[in-house]
């Protein structure tokens, strides 16, 4: 596999095409996005900042897919209470994925 240049000479994770852009952070969040690289992906923020990213847009299908569900079902829309309960539960499902998965990685590593 050719490396991609726009990763620094690294091939493109699983194999996808790979697209350079540009973001800004503040300090406070880059420290904290950096020291989430380091501990979960082996310091790539790119990854992890990917990874974030492709979490947030799944929850956010999800959170439209149960309002549209309400609706085509004659209930009324979710209030921010359901919004919350079910917000909640997403983040907790999802952060013991992320235990597990980081738990694999750091395990295929040694």
């Known amino acids: 596999m050719e490396p991609s240049k726009s990763r620094g000479g690294r091939p ?3 194999g996808a095409p790979v697209v350079a852009k540009s973001i800004t952070f503040d300090p406070h969040t ?3 996005l950096t020291a989430l690289a380091g501990r979960e992906y082996h310091g790539n923020v790119s990854a992890c900042v990917n990874d974030i990213v492709e979490h947030e ?7 439209r897919a149960a309002e549209e ?3 085509m079902m004659g209930d009324k829309p979710l209030t921010n209470a359901d919004l919350g309960r079910i917000d909640k539960w997403l983040i907790e499902t999802a952060e013991r994925v992320a235990r597990k998965k980081a738990e694999v ?4 590593a040694s």
């Open 12 to 14: 493109p994770r699983h």
């Open 30 to 32: 880059l420290e904290r």
């Open 57 to 63: 847009l799944k929850f956010t299908d999800r959170e």
């Open 69 to 71: 569900l309400a609706e």
């Open 105 to 108: 990685r750091r395990k295929a």
